[in-house]
């Protein structure tokens, strides 16, 4: 099937080769807002999907994102044909351009559920006017690695290190650099999203990966120049309940990479909120801004 594409369908491609994926609900709100019915954005990602651009993806019923009641809308990546037409249009190649068969339903629905956070972070850095955080995926590649190679050479965000004598593995779901105008300050931002489906021992298990990935200073090897940052894990949960658990375990709340971490609920990724109101909240019951100061401390560790 030709079609004509035209400038909001290359936007909405180009969004699809930045995100890996997205949702119809999240595309209908930022490119049909003011479409009178929902058939107008169904409509023209069938003809997308018809024309080769996208391919398309229904989760099973009683199956959300973000743990909601309710059926989740379709999934949608980008073929190597739409990224073509943005290549053709801007002359870049899209990041993330659907290569294989698609995920099966927990990793899709987890990979949309990661595009959203995202996309929540990039509009509240956008909303304050402050520079566009740079984004590592969790199955971004390392360049010009072979296809068939092993996870720690193939994956730019896998670490594996030996914790008391046990080999551990570090890979989160996305990291990003925060920058501020006018101060050295940054944040580099190692996301997890969760979706209530890891035991507490999982979690725990998971925090011994970033045990040893800061006793490694493993950022160093995602991100160049750095003066003055700080590091976090940052925790995107379903509900307060269960941040509130995850915070509550003893064995998670004395873990020695706990101090690191920070919580928030996922409905609370927010322009108005994400960035400078007490949404986060630390093992140690403290609710936090994500930004506090544009002045770091001495210790990037602190």
């Given at each position: 099937?030709?079609?004509?594409?035209?400038?909001?369908?290359?936007?909405?491609?180009?969004?699809?080769?930045?995100?890996?994926?997205?949702?119809?609900e999240?595309?209908?709100?930022?490119f049909?807002s003011?479409?009178?019915?929902?058939?107008?954005?169904?409509?023209?990602?069938?003809?997308?999907?018809?024309?080769?651009?996208?391919?398309?993806?229904?989760?099973?019923?009683?199956?959300?994102?973000?743990?909601?009641?309710?059926?989740?809308?379709?999934?949608?990546?980008?073929?190597?044909?739409?990224?073509?037409?943005?290549?053709?249009?801007?002359?870049?190649l899209?990041?993330?351009?659907?290569?294989?068969?698609?995920?099966?339903?927990?990793?899709?629905?987890?990979?949309v559920?990661?595009?959203?956070?995202?996309?929540?972070?990039?509009?509240?850095?956008?909303?304050a006017?402050?520079?566009?955080?740079?984004?590592?995926?969790?199955?971004?590649?390392?360049?010009?690695?072979?296809?068939?190679?092993?996870?720690?050479?193939?994956?730019?965000?896998?670490?594996?290190?030996?914790?008391?004598?046990?080999?551990?593995?570090?890979?989160?779901?996305?990291?990003?650099?925060?920058?501020?105008?006018?101060?050295?300050?940054?944040?580099?931002?190692?996301?997890?999203?969760?979706?209530?489906?890891?035991?507490?021992?999982?979690?725990?298990?998971?925090l011994?990966?970033?045990?040893?990935?800061?006793?490694?200073?493993?950022?160093?090897?995602?991100?160049?120049?750095?003066?003055?940052?700080?590091?976090?894990?940052?925790?995107?949960?379903?509900?307060?309940?269960?941040?509130?658990?995850?915070?509550?375990?003893?064995?998670?709340?004395?873990?020695?990479?706990?101090?690191?971490?920070?919580?928030?609920?996922?409905?609370?990724?927010?322009?108005?909120?994400?960035?400078?109101?007490?949404?986060?909240?630390?093992?140690?019951?403290?609710?936090?801004?994500?930004?506090?100061?544009?002045?770091?401390?001495?210790?990037?560790?602190?």
């Amino acid at each position: 099937m030709g079609i004509r594409l035209q400038s909001r369908d290359l936007a909405i491609l180009e969004l699809l080769g930045e995100l890996g994926c997205l949702d119809t609900e999240s595309i209908r709100e930022r490119f049909f807002s003011h479409a009178k019915t929902d058939e107008a954005c169904a409509r023209r990602l069938r003809d997308l999907k018809k024309s080769g651009h996208i391919e398309s993806h229904e989760p099973p019923h009683n199956t959300r994102s973000d743990g909601k009641a309710g059926k989740q809308s379709s999934v949608h990546r980008l073929t190597p044909l739409g990224a073509e037409a943005v290549q053709a249009k801007t002359g870049n190649l899209p990041k993330r351009v659907a290569r294989s068969d698609a995920p099966n339903t927990n990793s899709l629905l987890h990979r949309v559920g990661i595009a959203k956070s995202r996309l929540a972070i990039d509009d509240a850095f956008a909303a304050a006017d402050l520079p566009s955080p740079e984004w590592i995926h969790e199955y971004d590649m390392n360049p010009g690695v072979a296809v068939d190679a092993v996870y720690g050479e193939k994956y730019r965000l896998y670490e594996a290190f030996r914790v008391g004598g046990k080999r551990v593995t570090c890979w989160a779901d996305a990291a990003a650099r925060f920058r501020l105008h006018g101060t050295p300050y940054e944040l580099l931002a190692y996301l997890e999203y969760d979706r209530s489906t890891m035991t507490h021992g999982e979690i725990e298990e998971k925090l011994w990966g970033y045990y040893g990935f800061f006793e490694a200073s493993a950022w160093h090897r995602h991100w160049e120049n750095l003066d003055r940052y700080l590091v976090r894990i940052l925790f995107a949960c379903l509900s307060q309940q269960r941040v509130d658990s995850l915070c509550d375990d003893e064995a998670i709340r004395k873990h020695p990479a706990a101090r690191h971490c920070r919580f928030a609920v996922e409905a609370d990724l927010r322009q108005d909120s994400m960035l400078h109101s007490p949404i986060w909240r630390t093992v140690d019951g403290e609710l936090l801004p994500l930004l506090k100061s544009s002045t770091p401390p001495s210790n990037p560790l602190g």
